[in-house]
């Protein structure tokens, strides 16, 4: 069965898509742990991420790059954080969040449940700050 | 002044390496979270990962691929999971962690204090599994 980023990826399910090329999408994670937490995923459906294809990997960070830097724009930050952890979902995935703090990227903390207006508004200011910073 | 990340790169400061290329090297962490938590750091010296230029970000996770693999075999865990916080040393730097929940890759947790008996064997055990699966 399809993982749920497969199905994110053939349009079965709705995301807030922040970017999409042919090997990668990235969109909001739903259950945020601060506001501006986007997913990265690649296309290929592999469950762990050292297990992807090198030439997908060596694509990863370059296309995060544009996203991480409009995170550190758009929300109040000392940096984007990245992290891989990838137990629950068997789909590779790389997690970003502006971070100011090592507990802002503790997976163990609450998430936050933000409206589907507020959802939209994080979706438009990265998209809009990606395509400024290109 | 030069990183401490750069002084280990120079040989001022010793490590227990795991692996180096003409880009990065790969050394025990010494106040790690886990047994087998292992940083990956770009010779390049650069704060924030996403500011390290678009060659050397292509190579990291490949650079880290083999490492990841030997994490998972050496450790008894689910996989080896990876984190970029970057507050305390002004050079970015990757984090490979053997995880078996989202607990593990916490940094607020409190740290472990190994012998250099124990690092030792740690780097041995990593550094003869990156030479089987290459």
Chains 1, 2 share one sequence.
Not at 108 to 130: G, N, V, Y
């Amino acid at each position: 069965m399809a993982s749920i980023f497969s199905r994110i990826i053939n349009g079965e399910i709705p995301c807030y898509k922040i970017k999409e090329d042919a090997f990668f999408i990235a969109f909001l994670d739903i259950a945020p742990l601060r506001e501006g937490h986007v997913l990265v995923v690649p296309k290929q459906e592999v469950d762990k991420l050292f297990d992807v294809s090198g030439d997908i990997l060596s694509r990863w960070l370059l296309f995060a790059q544009p996203i991480a830097h409009a995170i550190e724009q758009v929300f109040a930050c000392n940096r984007c954080g990245l992290s891989v952890i990838g137990l629950e979902v068997p789909h590779a995935h790389m997690h970003l969040v502006p971070i100011n703090n090592a507990g802002d990227l503790n997976f163990e903390q609450p998430k936050l449940k933000l409206s589907a207006e507020r959802m939209k508004e994080i979706q438009d200011l990265l998209c809009e700050q990606i395509g400024k910073v290109g």
